[in-house]
């Protein structure tokens, strides 16, 4: 069993930065994929970004593409989302999540996951 709880959200101008953050509990999160999902109010957990269990492998949803940066610390067993030039349109609440799969292939989709965190919120401000 993986918990997993993200940090770092906030209220942000646009063209500003925030690090989030994923902890999480148990040791076999390492070797599980990551992902970071966004849901706006109103509208459905849409993907953000991805990473493999080594850190070798990402993708990213074309709307974050250059903006964005997935990675992850397994000694430490958390998981980043450094967000940089942020946009109006980039507010939601924000959730990491693992696939406990051990597929070779990044999933963007929510049920192909199996751990979620609560969610953080991240508010940018025009």
């Known amino acids: 069993q993986v918990q997993l709880v993200e940090s770092g959200g906030g209220l942000v101008q646009a063209g500003g930065s925030l690090r989030l953050s994923c902890a999480a509990s148990?040791?076999?999160?390492?070797?599980?994929?990551m992902g970071w999902f966004r849901q706006a109010p109103g509208k459905e957990r849409e993907f953000v970004a991805a990473?493999?269990?080594?850190?070798?492998?990402?993708v990213y949803a074309d709307s974050v593409k250059g903006r964005f940066t997935i990675s992850r610390d397994n000694v430490k067993n958390t998981g980043y989302l450094q967000m940089n030039s942020l946009k109006p349109e980039d507010t939601a609440v924000y959730y990491c999540?693992?696939?406990?799969?051990?597929?070779?292939?990044?999933?963007?989709?929510?049920?192909?996951?199996?751990?979620w965190g609560q969610g953080t919120q991240v508010t940018v401000s025009s």
């Open positions: 999540a693992a696939d406990r799969s051990y597929s070779t292939v990044l999933h963007t989709t929510p049920i192909s996951y199996d751990y």
């Open positions: 148990g040791r076999t999160f390492r070797v599980y994929a």
């Open positions: 990473l493999s269990w080594s850190g070798s492998n990402t």
